[in-house]
């Protein structure tokens, strides 16, 4: 097991900034990839953001140069910067780990370790 928690959320005006973290218990080094994800009411779970063990990012498109994910491994901590954040961001965001190889995926599907969530909420 990989515990992973999310902490950073909160409520912000639209065009404002947040920056949420994702601490993993254990050993980053056996962890390939961890991923941000964020998920409304009704909708499914939407990839946001991937980061590999290297340092290499993935993007959405729907956040491509508003936000940025980055670790800082001797912490055991990646980072999601938002800025020029939008009511659409409004969301659970969730923290995602993959222990397996492969590519950069933003699909929910191919993580196997999950953090409790932590609301984020843009007011216009």
């Known amino acids: 097991q990989v515990p992973l928690v999310e902490s950073g959320g909160g409520s912000v005006q639209s065009g404002g900034s947040v920056r949420l973290s994702c601490t993993a218990s254990?050993?980053?080094?056996?962890?390939?990839?961890i991923a941000w994800f964020r998920q409304v009411p009704g909708k499914e779970r939407e990839g946001v953001a991937v980061?590999?063990?290297?340092?290499?990012?993935t993007y959405a498109d729907s956040v491509k140069g508003r936000f940025t994910i980055s670790q800082d491994n001797a912490k055991n901590t990646v980072y999601l910067q938002m800025n020029s954040l939008k009511s659409d961001d409004t969301a659970i965001y969730y923290c995602?780990?993959?222990?397996?190889?492969?590519?950069?995926?933003?699909?929910?599907?191919?993580?196997?370790?999950w953090g409790q969530g932590t609301q984020v909420t843009v007011s216009s």
């Open positions: 980061i590999n063990l290297y340092g290499s990012t």
């Open positions: 254990g050993l980053r080094q056996s962890i390939y990839y």
């Open positions: 995602a780990a993959r222990s397996a190889p492969g590519s950069r995926s933003l699909l929910a599907g191919t993580y196997n370790y």
